[in-house]
Each structure stands twice: as C-alpha cells, then as structure tokens.
C-alpha cells in the first residue's frame, strides 16, 4: 500500500483471511451520547466510536454544557442534564454528521434556548424540511439561515402546544428517530403518525430499544403510531457497551465471501440492535458460507468457489448495500439493488457516484430513481489502475477498496474515511495477502 494525502494504491490481493474487533457503532454511539446527556444521573459510555461524526457530537454536547469526561480511549462518563442544556445560547458547528444534526435539530427546538446549527456545505445540501415541518406543528420557532429546506438552522425559545403530529417516513429514518429521541423532553403525551411507510425500519427500532435502556417507552401501533407516555423523561441505566458497527463489519464480511475468507469479526453478531447484520443473509444468499455467534460474524466464500447475482430489496440495510454493489462485480449474472432512494440524500448522491464508478471498472450499470442493476465485466475482469472518485464520502472509499481482491485500484482521498472508521485501511491490510 502506497498513501498520500491526495490517493493510496491498492495492490491486487490474493485471498483474505483473519480476525478483528469492530469499533463501536456510529448510529449507537451518537444516540447514546445524546439520551445519556439527556438523562438524569451519570452513564459509564463504553467502547464509544471515535470518529469525525461522534467527536461533532461530543463536542456540540460539551459546547451545551455538558460535562464528559474520558476514562480510558473508547470510555467516557456522560453527567446527564435531565433534559436541561446549561448552555441557553450557542453556535454549534456539526460538519456532515446526520446523526448529529438531526436529532440535536429536535431536541434544541423543544428546549429553551437560542442556537444556529450549521455544518460543512455538503451538509447545507441534505434535506431537513420534513423534520422541521413536523417541529413547527408543536410550535417550534426555527428559521432557515439559507434555502429553505435546509441548513443552516436557526432556533430560537418557543411555547410547545402539545399535539398530534405527522412526519413523512419514506425519505430518511433519521427524522422519526430525532422526533422520537426529543419527545421525552415535552413531559406530556405525544402521538407521531408517520406518513408513507418507514424507510430503513430497523434504525427506528434501534433507536426504541436504546431509549428503553434509558427507562423510556414509546408505545408502537404497527410502524404507523408511535405515542410517548412517560413523564419523568430519561434515567441513566449506569454503564452502557456500544457494540461493535455492523456497518464497518460489510467490507471485511465481503472480503471473505470474495476472497476465500474465512474473515472474522468480533463486536457484533446474532443478537445485533442494527439493521444492517442482514447484510449476511445477503452474502448467504449469493452462495457465502456464514456463521454466528452472539459476539462474532465468520464468513468464507462459496465452497463452489463462485458468488451469484442477487435481486435485493435494500430497506433495512441502507448503508451495507453500498457494499454489495462491489460483491456485486464478483458475482455471476446482474445483482439488482432495490430500495436504495436513500442513498441520493446521503454524504453525496450515492446513487450517482456508484454507478459512475463501476463503470469505470467496466461494469454494466442500470440506474434508475431507486435502484441499480449492476452485470460485472465478460469474465469479470475488472480493469486495472482506475482511480476511484470518493466524493469525499467515507462509505465510498471503504467499498471500493474491496475492487482490490479482483485488480489493483487506485482510491483517491482515502482520509475521508475517518468520517466513521479512522484506522480503516491499517484494518483492512490486516487480513489480506498479497
């Protein structure tokens, strides 16, 4: 491997094979320092991310006035402020991170205070509008600093009226999750109608399972109701683990399921909170040899040596079928991802970087407003030396690194990975042989 700061080469890899330990979730990480800040008392963080995203948050928090400190590398001691920011007036700054931004949006807007919320000019490009329509039916006073539909924001003190809302749910889970993370703070019962189905379900059940470890229940009816009962809003449970990402976990699953394996890795397994462990369904549906433990995830390639084209509905792994895309060029036949409207609102236009991209490797690309039908070149031979474009999106360079078990590549600003995997690359060198 060659680095720089502009590009790093990826020789060709012969097979993949080892075992790792995932760093922590970025969607657990950001949402358990937002309910532990949230909470009343002290919560015992550990194995948080460290990672561009978790710091925006950890350090909005820490400019709001609450008080984290760190206890060892991934281990912090979150005091919670009962629903009560010290901090009244702030400018906070919050880069690209979605998981930040949004549920900070809510839970500012229910609070009183005075804040602009801002972040990185792609950030300024990624819709809010249908979480701040659902905000203003409360009576939230938030203003838009650019264009309309999108950051920056400005928030200012409002009287809440407590009543009945709608939130569209077939653009981005990160809405409903920040409305259902803030709700706590109205003290009052709440009802959220979710308007044209939910995308990317398993999100919002993370986000309920994590906000019941903090001692508060929303109360489901089907994924169209959700009502909030609890009026003393969230209690530390004391120490919470954030397991391993099961986002990160895709590439090194991937790499063994194309390059002979088997590749373990340990953090997450059966028992996962997050949507995207069906990612192994998939590879087992493709011919993947796959195991799992409670804690770990094992896969190796077919025993017949050769993947199979999938035809795939996406929802639930949003973030994951980026990485299928590249399984996607090892497989026989065309793999077709469905689902995948998402990925447009994303870090870039995932959907137009991707088929861009492959079809630079000499892909067959269809695209269309929600999918992609990816056929891999005639005898999968993948052309050699293409510098891939990562749009300055983590989930792109991390992907494309797995074109180098089939043809050297060539990943231009490889740093952006520290988004939500800094030691990435190290990782990923960790289990390939040349």
Same mark, same amino acid.
């Given at each position: 491997?060659?680095?720089?700061?502009?590009?790093?080469?990826?020789?060709?890899?012969?097979?993949?094979?080892?075992? @790792?330990?995932?760093?922590?979730?970025?969607?657990?990480?950001?949402?358990?320092?937002?309910?532990?800040?949230?909470?009343?008392?002290?919560?015992? /963080?550990?194995?948080?991310?460290?990672?561009?995203?978790?710091?925006? +948050?950890?350090?909005?928090?820490?400019?709001?006035?609450?008080?984290?400190?760190?206890?060892? &590398?991934?281990?912090?001691?979150?005091?919670?402020?009962?629903?009560?920011?010290? /901090?009244?007036?702030?400018?906070?700054?919050?880069?690209?991170?979605?998981?930040?931004?949004?549920?900070?949006?809510?839970?500012?807007? $229910?609070?009183?205070?005075?804040?602009?919320?801002?972040?990185?000019?792609?950030?300024?490009?990624?819709?809010?509008?249908?979480?701040?329509?659902? @905000?203003?039916?409360?009576?939230?006073?938030?203003?838009?600093?650019?264009?309309?539909?999108?950051?920056?924001? #400005?928030?200012? !003190?409002?009287?809440?009226? *407590?009543?009945?809302?709608?939130?569209?749910?077939?653009?981005?889970?990160?809405?409903?999750?920040?409305?259902?993370? !803030?709700?706590?703070?109205?003290?009052?019962?709440?009802?959220?109608?979710?308007?044209?189905?939910?995308?990317?379900?398993?999100?919002?059940?993370? =986000?309920?399972?994590?906000?019941?470890?903090?001692?508060?229940?929303?109360?489901?009816?089907?994924?169209?109701?959700?009502?909030?009962?609890? %009026?003393?809003?969230?209690?530390?449970?004391?120490?919470?683990?954030? &397991?391993?990402?099961?986002?990160?976990?895709?590439?090194?699953?991937?790499?063994?399921?194309?390059?002979?394996?088997? *590749?373990?890795?340990?953090?997450?397994?059966?028992?996962?909170?997050?949507?995207?462990?069906?990612? =192994?369904?998939?590879?087992?549906? +493709?011919?993947?040899?796959?195991?799992?433990?409670?804690?770990?995830?094992? /896969?190796? !390639?077919?025993?017949?040596?050769?993947? %199979?084209?999938?035809?795939?509905?996406?929802?639930?792994?949003?973030?994951?079928?980026?990485? @299928?895309?590249?399984?996607?060029?090892?497989?026989?036949?065309?793999?077709?991802?469905?689902?995948?409207?998402?990925?447009?609102?994303?870090?870039?236009?995932?959907? /137009? !970087?991707?088929?861009? #991209?492959?079809?630079?490797?000499?892909?067959?690309?269809? #695209?269309?407003?929600?999918?992609?039908?990816? =056929?891999?070149?005639?005898?999968?031979?993948?052309?050699?030396?293409?510098?891939?474009?990562?749009?300055?999106?983590?989930?792109?360079? +991390?992907?494309?690194?797995?074109?180098? $078990?089939?043809?050297?590549?060539?990943?231009?600003?490889?740093?952006?990975?520290?988004?939500?995997?800094?030691?990435?690359?190290? #990782?990923?060198?960790?289990?390939?042989?040349?």
């Amino acid at each position: 491997m060659k680095n720089s700061i502009n590009f790093m080469d990826l020789p060709v890899v012969k097979t993949a094979r080892g075992i @790792l330990q995932l760093p922590g979730s970025k969607s657990i990480s950001n949402r358990i320092l937002l309910l532990s800040a949230l909470a009343r008392g002290v919560t015992h /963080v550990r194995n948080l991310l460290i990672s561009d995203d978790t710091l925006q +948050m950890l350090n909005a928090l820490k400019a709001l006035g609450v008080l984290i400190t760190k206890t060892s &590398e991934n281990d912090y001691l979150v005091h919670g402020v009962d629903g009560q920011f010290p /901090v009244r007036e702030a400018d906070l700054f919050l880069g690209n991170a979605g998981t930040a931004f949004r549920p900070l949006t809510a839970t500012l807007a $229910l609070t009183h205070g005075h804040y602009r919320l801002s972040g990185v000019p792609r950030m300024h490009q990624r819709p809010i509008g249908d979480l701040v329509d659902a @905000l203003r039916q409360l009576g939230a006073d938030i203003t838009y600093l650019g264009n309309n539909g999108f950051p920056p924001l #400005e928030i200012k !003190a409002a009287n809440i009226n *407590v009543v009945p809302i709608t939130v569209r749910g077939n653009i981005s889970s990160q809405y409903l999750t920040s409305l259902l993370i !803030a709700s706590p703070l109205i003290r009052e019962m709440l009802t959220i109608e979710v308007l044209g189905g939910i995308i990317s379900q398993p999100y919002i059940n993370l =986000t309920l399972s994590l906000m019941e470890r903090f001692s508060v229940q929303i109360e489901r009816k089907e994924w169209r109701y959700f009502t909030f009962h609890n %009026k003393h809003g969230y209690s530390s449970p004391g120490e919470v683990f954030v &397991e391993g990402d099961a986002s990160s976990a895709s590439y090194f699953l991937a790499a063994g399921a194309i390059g002979g394996g088997p *590749v373990r890795v340990n953090g997450v397994g059966r028992n996962s909170l997050q949507g995207d462990i069906y990612f =192994t369904k998939a590879l087992e549906e +493709m011919g993947a040899q796959i195991s799992l433990g409670d804690d770990w995830i094992e /896969v190796r !390639a077919p025993e017949s040596g050769r993947l %199979k084209a999938i035809n795939i509905d996406c929802n639930h792994i949003p973030d994951a079928a980026m990485t @299928l895309a590249i399984v996607a060029l090892f497989a026989d036949g065309a793999t077709t991802l469905k689902n995948i409207a998402s990925w447009r609102v994303k870090e870039t236009d995932r959907l /137009v !970087a991707m088929a861009k #991209e492959l079809r630079k490797l000499g892909a067959e690309v269809g #695209e269309g407003a929600d999918f992609l039908r990816i =056929t891999p070149p005639r005898k999968r031979e993948l052309s050699p030396h293409i510098a891939i474009d990562t749009y300055d999106d983590h989930r792109m360079a +991390m992907c494309f690194s797995l074109v180098s $078990l089939g043809t050297p590549v060539r990943i231009i600003n490889p740093d952006c990975v520290t988004k939500t995997f800094p030691n990435y690359f190290r #990782e990923f060198a960790s289990i390939v042989e040349h």
